[in-house]
């Protein structure tokens, strides 16, 4: 069975920073593109970031572009996504996603 479990959220302050973790399981990770995308109250998915199956490739929105670092370490079939300079607009619940399939997500809040 595949299954994404995501960790790492939690509450912040503005300008502060988290990290979150993706491990992967049920598929070899390492073939695929991984993603991450988030989930803010009362609105739609909104595509955060991908990277490619080695991790020489990565993408950002515009919104999260210069804050937010996507990596991964297929040795331990694990996406990460380091935020940095956190906004209150960055709450949401954060999924990591790859084809055919997602977490449940983890919660990150950001507030004074």
């Known amino acids: 069975e595949e299954q994404l479990v995501e960790s790492g959220g939690g509450l912040v302050q503005p300008g502060g920073s988290l990290r979150l973790s993706c491990v992967g399981s049920g598929f070899t990770f390492s073939n695929y593109t991984m993603s991450w995308v988030r989930q803010a109250p009362g609105k739609g998915l909104e595509w955060v970031s991908a990277?490619?199956?080695?991790?020489?490739?990565?993408s950002y929105a515009d919104s999260v572009k210069g804050r937010f670092t996507i990596s991964r370490d297929n040795a331990k079939n694990t996406l990460y996504l380091q935020m940095n300079s956190l906004k209150p607009e960055d709450t949401a619940v954060y999924i990591c996603?790859?084809?055919?399939?997602r977490g449940q997500g983890t919660q990150v809040t950001v507030s004074s």
């Open positions: 990277i490619n199956p080695d991790g020489g490739i990565t």
């Open positions: 996603t790859k084809r055919g399939g």
